[in-house]
């Protein structure tokens, strides 16, 4: 048996690939929308795709699998027998056994994250028969975690499915062999969960003894309450709500792909005036220097997909400021792969043609902590922190307004009009975010508080809990 794990820091994403020696034959499991490296790595060791399988329906991507069944040998696509699923695929069970050459794979049926979650045990035959060598889990155990159970409805249906989770553990996965690795679908950087470990595997005997959440099973009340805590997970992206209703009726294949255009600064403004939302992918102390007017700022960065799918709407034509010509396909796939569509260009010559050719710039002014901390002595700002629940609730500024970026978008008129908003993250990053997003929505003007939080408490400057 053959294996690769595949990282993907920027959605907090692990997919796989399990290939057969013997046969040639490869499986690829929770796939990510850019394929070609799945593809590329097969090809690299002698294997054919012949199966694909998602664990559950995403919230956080599109899944590679419409992808990889339109390709000209498309593999079989597996999906669970648990699940409405609307794309073409061979419905798997709990219980069920597949081989492939040395390879075995034993589906587990494991709700809990989502009603319809399956975990593949996996046996590598040359090795032995009978012993377990991995398990696939998804979403269903993570590094130090447990994939969270709220996001297919409110607080009563979070606990039914934290309930089941519950079972769900005590008869499937803690039942099997403690040196049994482990290797989830969510790692470090999703927001599936809320203290997720750096590490990208474990085994069944770690987490036994190390995982907090795991360890309160036995108490059922108390591991749902602890798997529901709001205040311990981070914010839903407003994007995640659109993802798991494509990923279950199937997502389309993206076909050819043609590169977006260098558009100059008169072809840019154009595009402007019809409607296309800039978005500006430099650092935040670039975009505060000088920006195209209602530009949206995220840097290209771990965190990219995540805040561009917060701030974008759904159907944006977007328009790109690069920091380097070298950065556009990375920033076309980070989009892609949450569902935009393609960019209908980006600015040539960067933001040295804009000034250049005469046009408006907008700035949004940066702040150290030390003179956020003298204005708000002189009640001169209002300070809005976008921080997560967990960070929030660990220590901020007496009487800052609290909005957590991932609700910023449907709550803009929550945040106080009647003096400049100075906006606060953990570094300027996320703030940077929030505060163009304000500014291209709200008459009020921004403020980037630089070094954030971090800087704040090193400063040694007031928190409360």
């Known amino acids: 048996m053959w294996f690769q794990q595949f990282y993907l820091n920027s959605l907090g994403h692990a997919s796989y690939l399990i290939g057969d020696e013997k046969t040639g034959q490869a499986l690829v499991f929770d796939p990510r929308r850019d394929v070609e490296i ?59 056994q597949i081989e492939f050459g040395d390879v075995g794979i034993e589906v587990m049926h494991t709700p809990g994250h989502t009603p319809e979650h399956i975990s593949l045990l996996v046996y ?36 039914r ?43 069944l005997g770690y987490e036994k003894r190390t995982n907090a959440t795991l360890a309160e099973v036995a108490e059922k009340d108390e591991f749902v309450r602890q798997c529901i805590r709001l205040d311990n997970l981070p914010a839903v992206p407003p994007y995640w709500r659109r993802m798991r209703t494509q990923n279950m009726a199937g997502v389309d294949p993206l076909g050819v792909l043609t590169e977006p ?50 701030v974008l709407p759904a159907d944006a034509e977007i328009l790109l400021v690069l920091d380097r010509s070298g950065d556009l396909w990375e920033t076309v796939w980070q989009l892609l792969r949450i569902g935009y569509r393609m960019p209908v260009g980006w600015l040539a010559g960067g933001m040295s043609a804009w000034r250049t050719s005469a046009r408006p710039i907008d700035r949004t002014p940066q702040i150290t902590v030390d003179e956020l901390k003298r204005r708000l002595d002189e009640d001169a700002v209002t300070l809005l922190d976008v921080r997560q629940p967990a960070e929030w609730a660990a220590g901020h500024v007496t009487g800052a307004t609290f909005i957590t970026g991932a609700e910023l978008p449907d709550r803009l008129d929550e945040v106080p009009a009647d003096k400049p908003v100075a906006v606060t993250c953990g570094s300027g990053y996320r703030s940077s975010v929030a505060a ?27 928190t409360t809990t």
Not at 191 to 197: E, H, S, Y
Not at 275 to 302: C, M, Q, W, Y
């Open 436 to 462: 163009s997003l304000l500014a291209r929505e709200r008459d009020i003007p921004v403020i980037n508080v630089a070094g954030g939080m971090t800087a704040w408490q090193r400063a040694s400057y007031p």
């Open 161 to 203: 499915h934290a309930e089941v989770y519950c079972d769900t553990i005590q008869t499937k996965l803690l039942t099997l062999p403690d040196h049994v690795e482990v290797f989830p679908t969510h790692v470090a950087g999703s927001l599936c969960g809320g203290n997720i470990g750096s590490r990208l595997s474990t085994t």
């Open 124 to 159: 590598d035959r040359s090795a032995s028969a009978d012993t377990p060598a991995l398990l696939l889990s998804g979403g269903a155990l993570l590094v130090g975690d447990l994939a969270r159970p709220d996001l297919l409805g409110g607080q009563e249906q979070a606990r």
């Open 38 to 96: 799945y593809r590329q790595t097969a090809r690299d060791q002698g294997f054919r795709i012949t199966y694909a399988c998602d664990s559950h329906g995403h919230n956080d991507y599109l899944s590679g699998l419409g992808e990889l069944a339109g390709s000209a040998h498309p593999p079989q696509v597996w999906g669970s027998a648990a699940g409405e699923l609307s794309y073409a695929h061979r419905p798997i069970a709990d219980g069920e």
């Open 261 to 310: 255009p260098a558009l100059p600064p008169d072809d840019v403004a154009a595009a402007l005036d019809g409607g296309a939302v800039v978005l500006d992918t430099r650092s935040s102390e670039a975009f505060g220097g000088g920006h195209i007017p209602g530009a949206v700022n995220v840097g290209l960065g771990s965190s990219f997909a995540t805040w561009a799918g917060t």
